[in-house]
């Protein structure tokens, strides 16, 4: 679905990057994830350094992708179940 509406909502994430900023254990997790990321960064070497960003890169990849699928779905399933109050 190149013009899907399910793609246009994804792509408009301002609002849950709002609610995200303004969760009090969102923000709490993320700066614990950040703290102990410096701290184990701090104890690699160089080589250990670029290997465990590329990790990283490709793990925030395979998280936005299975997201989309989740999201996807998700609306789906409301649509069918929409569909199927509406014409049972």
Do not use: P
């Not at 793609?7 to 990057?17: A, P, Q, R, V, Y």
């Not at 993320?30 to 670029?50: H, V």
């Not at 890169?57 to 409301?78: H, L, N, P, S, T």
Request: glycine share 4%; with cysteine; charged share 40%.
């Amino acid at each position: 679905m190149e013009h899907s509406v399910i793609e246009l909502i994804l792509k408009s994430d301002e609002t849950i990057n709002d609610g995200l900023q303004a969760d009090k254990t969102y923000c709490k997790a993320s700066e614990k994830a950040s703290k102990l990321y410096e701290k184990l960064r701090a104890t690699l070497s160089e080589e250990q350094k670029d290997w465990f960003d590329r990790f990283l890169d490709w793990e925030a990849e395979q998280e936005e992708v299975k997201k989309r699928k989740i999201f996807a779905c998700g609306v789906k399933y409301g649509v069918r179940l929409v569909a199927e109050c509406m014409f049972d």
